[in-house]
């Protein structure tokens, strides 16, 4: 799906909070790459949806960035992620990740 594709749903669907148009960007986009993990599950950093488990380790990562993680896998696997991943995605390289940050958290804008 292209840029102009997806606003052009995104600017059909009224009334959508931060949550719906973060899980609507991963139905029509899929997960984002970038993911955040708590004891060992795998959770989309866009839509907070489950994706794996890694206590078994059967959930690879080499292709996702952990948010928190300021390594330098993370990072050069962030510098490869397209707009489809940044969108509506946290920073994932913030300095105190306990910390909330202020809306509109996009990484990657939509003019």
Not at 3 to 18: A, G, S, T
Not at 31 to 47: K, P
Not at 57 to 75: P, Q, S, T, Y
Request: one cysteine or more; aromatic letters at 8%; charged letters at 30%.
């Amino acid at each position: 799906m292209t840029k102009d594709q997806f606003l052009h749903v995104l600017h059909n669907v009224p009334d959508l909070d931060e949550a719906s148009r973060a899980r609507l960007a991963c139905a029509l986009l899929g997960h984002s790459a970038i993911v955040e993990m708590c004891f060992g599950q795998v959770t989309c950093a866009r839509c907070d949806a489950l994706l794996g488990d890694t206590i078994g380790g059967c959930f690879d990562l080499r292709d996702k960035v952990i948010r928190g993680h300021a390594c330098e896998k993370c990072r050069k696997v962030f510098e490869g992620l397209g707009w489809q991943d940044r969108l509506y995605v946290r920073d994932p390289f913030v300095e105190d990740f306990g910390k909330e940050q202020k809306a509109p958290y996009l990484l990657e804008k939509l003019a």
